[in-house]
């Protein structure tokens, strides 16, 4: 009998379909595997920003992911946003039951690509003491990746050391991204923990308003190619390499006034 190499999705919903759990799925399937989700919260949410936001409640929550684990299961799990410190531990309550799932790549959420806050300042603390260290990798972005050093990272030169930095502070493997730079090169760093090795992977930056969602997007593309058996960096490098593809094929559309979102099916939709 064949089955399906699943993700299970643990993130927000963005009523706009650019980011969060609809990019998850749209970024999972393309990747070549089956979506499942558990929804943290609901955003009101377009290509202008996020207008508010209603929490799911933390029990309804980790029945959401207990349904799935305890029937479907899941290859690997990826993490998005969270909101607060009790719906972070409520997801920690519920992974602990499932710690063969080692796959876990938390894209730590805490501001979206319009500037709206969205993980609360007391939640960070809750983020980097309990969920970070049970995950294998983070993908965060400059202004994430400062939160979590508690200082400013300036440019590129600093971001090899940088990533060393936070994977060996959490004991987790780091994908340091550089989108919010201003450089035209943009070199994202992967420090693997597990082999102590960075690799940088380079792209060109593209002159497009179209960059909602890039973040959910990798971290979702990197889970789907772990569930699909491949090796760590071999799974960052591929999940770079599509983000990359779907950037560049959703250049020039026309969404929304705002930011608009990747082509997550670029290979698709011809």
Same mark, same amino acid.
């Given at each position: 009998m064949k089955t399906y190499n699943r993700v299970l999705s643990i993130a927000g919903s963005d009523?706009?379909?650019?980011?969060?759990i609809q990019a998850d799925i749209k970024s999972i399937s393309a990747c070549g595997c089956y979506a499942a989700t558990a929804i943290t919260a609901i955003t009101v949410q377009n290509t202008l920003g996020v207008s508010n936001v209603h929490a799911v409640p933390d029990q309804i929550l980790q029945e959401q992911i207990e349904s799935v684990l305890s029937d479907i299961g899941a290859d690997s799990i990826k993490i998005g946003m969270l909101h607060s410190s009790n719906t972070i531990l409520a997801v920690c309550s519920v992974l602990d039951q499932y710690k063969g799932i080692k796959n876990i790549v938390l894209d730590p959420v805490?501001? +979206?690509t319009s500037g709206d806050v969205l993980l !609360?300042?007391? @939640? $960070?603390?809750?983020? /980097?003491?309990f969920l970070i260290p049970r995950v294998r990798v983070i993908t965060p972005n400059v202004p994430e990746a400062e939160i979590l050093l508690g200082r400013k990272i300036e440019s590129q030169?600093?971001?090899?050391?940088?990533?060393?930095?936070?994977?060996n502070l959490f004991q987790v493997s780091v994908l340091l991204k550089a989108g919010h730079l201003d450089d035209d090169d943009l070199i994202d760093?992967?420090?693997?923990?597990?082999?102590q090795e960075s690799i940088s992977m380079k792209s060109k930056r593209l002159n497009t308003r179209n960059t909602?969602?890039?973040?959910?997007?990798?971290?979702?593309?990197?889970? +789907?190619?772990?569930?699909?058996?491949?090796? !760590?960096?071999? @799974? $960052?490098?591929?999940? /770079?390499?599509y983000i990359n593809n779907a950037?560049?094929?959703?250049a020039d559309y026309r969404i929304g006034e705002?930011?608009?979102?990747?082509?997550?099916?670029?290979?698709?939709w011809k």
């Open positions: 009523s706009g379909g650019g980011a969060g805490m501001v +979206a !609360l300042d007391e @939640a $960070v603390d809750t983020l /980097k003491r030169s600093e971001f090899i050391p940088c990533a060393k930095e936070l994977a760093v992967f420090y693997d923990f597990e082999n909602h969602g890039t973040g959910c997007s990798m971290s979702s593309a990197c889970a +789907a190619f772990l569930a699909r058996g491949f090796d !760590l960096q071999m @799974a $960052v490098q591929l999940a /770079k390499n950037i560049v094929a959703g705002g930011n608009g979102p990747v082509n997550h099916f670029y290979e698709y």
